[in-house]
């Protein structure tokens, strides 16, 4: 299947310090890309949908300024979280969408934030 | 009131058995549902899909039923193996093809 690749897999930071997170389609072209927040126990909830060459679409609570998404090519979707703080500690998660198979999505790795 | 932190639901089975996940979703319009299998500190993983025009589907050990009068999906896992232990979420599409994950279930299988 295809393989997206997220980066980096784990990273550990200061409070107020910007994390940069990136998610990688290896051998497909994605229109859009995902991501997605995951705390311990629970499910994965969507944070914003990027695509291709377009702002991203952020959900409901999701601050735009503080999780900034750049989807700059068809194959590479950044998660840049500014001013990180405890409560930003987490699972994140980026998902692509081939470009013409509409509902097949395919998951990296994740990446586990730690901030302290 | 409610707890803070959800418990993931535990299913607990034998190996060799016969294990069956759950799933209710919220949409009556979701025309297509996925099974992903998540294991610990790695992204979903993709099981087995289904649209709504079929009522069940087999892959290699899985099947998922749905049943869209009580919109309700399940996963069957034949012959459960020890890897199989892992958290499974089932998930629908939305119209912007975001995926609204489940709660998940946790499988524990024993020796």
């Known amino acids: 299947g295809a393989v997206v690749s997220q980066h980096p897999s784990r990273v550990i930071c200061k409070s107020g310090t910007s994390v940069k997170i990136e998610c990688r389609s290896l051998d497909f072209q994605a229109t859009t890309m995902f991501w997605y927040r995951q705390f311990p126990k629970q499910s994965l909830m969507l944070m914003a949908t990027s695509n291709e060459g377009s702002k991203a679409t952020y959900e409901q609570g999701v601050e735009k300024d503080k999780f900034l998404i750049n989807h700059a090519s068809l194959t590479l979707s950044t998660l840049t979280v500014t001013s990180a703080h405890p409560e930003d500690s987490s699972f994140y998660i980026c998902?692509?969408?081939?470009?013409?198979?509409?509902?097949?999505?395919?998951f990296g790795a994740g990446t586990r934030l730690s901030v302290l | 009131g409610e707890s803070v932190g959800l418990h993931l639901p535990t299913l607990s089975v034998q190996e060799g058995d016969n294990s069956i996940i759950n799933c209710a979703y919220s949409n009556s319009a979701s025309d297509y549902f996925i099974w992903y299998k998540q294991e610990s500190g790695k992204g979903p993983q993709f099981i087995i899909d289904i649209r709504s025009n079929m009522d069940k589907r087999q892959g290699q050990r899985v099947t998922v039923l749905l049943n869209k009068t009580v919109k309700h999906l399940s996963l069957q896992i034949a012959a459960t193996q020890p890897g199989d232990s892992a958290v499974y979420f089932c998930a629908e599409n939305t119209s912007g093809y975001a995926l609204n994950f489940g709660k998940g279930t946790s499988l524990l299988v024993t020796p």
């Open positions: 998902s692509a969408r081939l470009a013409l198979a509409k509902n097949i999505q395919y």
